[in-house]
């Protein structure tokens, strides 16, 4: 099998790319590479329809299937039916990557740690996951690799296998720089891995995952101009650059390996923004606003768990919840979060499963335990409500307003509220300070510094760019997120699903 080119598909998944310091640094000749590809595609922004927040996203743009359909929001979700928390793989989702609709018994793929990727034995080809991808601790994957002799081959070039810590932002210069020279050294040894597959292999689709997540959020203080006090000589002060300097270098290092013709596609499905967690403070604001309703103070028994929880500070509970077994750490969330309200009183609540974008959840009836907002007319007004109420926040330090966007799932590509989604998703706006103190006309909320206390976090746009025979370079008007996979099944001369919802983007 071929591709409508004269050559195979080849997709890189840039895992966090921000697309205004991409193109800042294309202009000044940093990623010759990129750049040479990027000018002469036909470039769009990805956003729109179908896109609530990073965690799903790329589940999303492989499929075809929006995350009202697929249900993946957060490796930790609110188990259906419940008001428990549970540990979910990336297998509950329910979608596949197009790529396995291909019925073409010729077709070979060549999917290399592609983002939010699982495997599957009806994909005719090698795979690979979860050698250096981004992985949530307690979502942890082991290496994977089809068929099985990839494995040891894969061993073999790339070496012993270590996922460097994310979580550490107070530290020394010199831990950071030890991160910063560890990620480029995976990088390279996962270049490796990369070009050894694609020469022993022939594929008509190739997927390459070019991981930047947790090594851009690590080293985001020190970029250009922060001048952060730990680093007065600004030894980091271009260690974001270097590492797209690497991506760049490593995809130009697979360009050299493929056939004339190729089809090129360069995407990557957020970018990188200043913001710092606001878990709590939406917490605080549900509560002041009586949605989320605190539980009686002598609500009886609570247990070992809960009678620790009152009694530590939340600092130290971060502290020693790191050292503790993986199960008393879900131990101590579920407990936390079974114990933070009265569910009968609450008419909506915040899900503890982001700490950047506030999760909130209608207490629905017929779809939660003790639901007591009715389906219809008061569920919508119930979201009007808590919608107009955060568009309200102020941030007392720039006297603007705190949030950025609302958004609803709810009949979104589905009938009806979402059984596995939040109900909304409230995304913060933008800020290089943390956000101890919001204002809303009805009262005044404060947060504590949570002990994961990041200063970056994500948002659209991503982009995508297509380059290759008879597309037609130059930048076009903003698609969806759910326009990619049927795209890339145009591109394989495929057609898409019908029960897509997006578009091929170059379909007559």
């Known amino acids: 099998m071929a591709a409508p080119g004269t050559g195979p598909l080849v997709v890189y998944a840039l895992d966090s790319a921000d697309l205004a310091l991409l193109e800042r640094w294309m202009d000044e000749g940093r990623l010759p590479h990129i750049a040479e590809l990027w000018r002469n595609s036909a470039r769009r922004r990805i956003g729109g329809p179908g896109y609530w927040d990073e965690t799903g996203t790329w589940i999303t743009a492989y499929s075809g299937v929006p995350s009202t359909r697929h249900g993946y929001y957060s490796a930790r979700r609110l188990k259906p039916g419940t008001y ?50 981004h992985q949530e601790a307690y979502a942890v994957g082991p290496l994977i690799a089809m068929p099985a002799p990839v494995e040891e081959q894969t061993r073999r070039i790339y070496g012993k296998q270590s996922n460097p810590s994310f979580d550490l932002f107070e530290e020394p210069l010199r831990y950071y720089e030890r991160q910063l020279a560890e990620n480029l050294d995976m990088m390279r040894r996962k270049g490796r891995v990369f070009r050894d597959l694609i020469r022993r292999n022939e594929f008509d689709l190739l997927v390459a995952g070019v991981h930047l997540h947790d090594s851009v959020h690590i080293l985001w203080p020190f970029r250009e101009g922060r001048n952060d006090p730990r680093d007065p000589e600004g030894r980091l002060a271009h260690g974001v650059r ?90 101590l969330l579920r407990s936390s979060f079974a114990h933070s309200m009265d569910f009968r009183r609450s008419t909506a609540f915040v ?18 335990p003790t639901g007591c907002v009715a389906p219809g007319r008061d569920y919508e007004a119930l979201l009007d409500q808590i ?19 609302v958004l609803r799932t709810a009949n979104e590509f589905i009938d009806g509220p979402s059984e596995l989604l939040p109900d909304l998703y409230v995304h913060w706006k933008s800020s290089t300070h943390f956000l101890e103190r919001a204002i809303h006309p009805k009262g005044e909320v ?35 997120v759910l326009d990619i996979a049927p795209t890339l099944l145009g591109l394989l001369g495929e057609p898409p699903s019908a029960s897509m919802p997006g578009r091929d983007l170059f379909a007559s």
């Not at 060549?110 to 795979?127: D, F, V």
């Not at 919608?387 to 966007?405: G, K």
């Open 242 to 331: 270097s590492l797209y300097e690497e991506a760049d270098r490593e995809i130009g290092e697979i360009q050299e390996l493929l056939p004339a013709g190729s089809t090129e596609v360069l995407l990557s499905l957020y970018g990188v923004k200043d913001q710092y967690p606001a878990l709590e403070l939406g917490t605080r604001l549900m509560e002041l606003l009586g949605y989320q309703v605190p539980p009686p103070r002598n609500g009886g028994s609570r247990g070992a768990l809960g009678i620790a929880r009152s009694l530590l500070p939340e600092q130290w509970r971060f502290e020693i919840s790191k050292k503790l077994p993986y199960q008393w750490q879900q131990a």
């Open 84 to 133: 428990d928390l549970e540990i979910v793989p990336l297998t509950s989702a329910l979608a596949r990557p197009c790529w396995e609709s291909v019925r073409n018994s010729d077709f070979r793929a060549l999917i290399l740690e592609p983002i939010e990727g699982t495997p599957s034995s009806h994909t005719n080809g090698t795979q690979l996951y979860n050698l250096t991808v």
């Open 387 to 405: 919608e107009s109420d955060f568009l309200s926040v102020i941030d007392p330090v720039t006297d603007q307003p705190a949030v950025d966007s």
């Open 446 to 480: 404060t947060q504590r510094r949570p002990g994961f206390c990041r200063d970056s976090f994500h948002g659209p746009p991503g982009f995508a760019a297509f380059k290759g025979p008879a597309i037609e370079p130059g930048w076009f008007e903003e698609s969806s």
């Open 351 to 368: 899900l503890p499963t982001s700490l950047f974008t506030t999760h909130i959840r209608v207490n629905l009836k017929g779809r939660e």
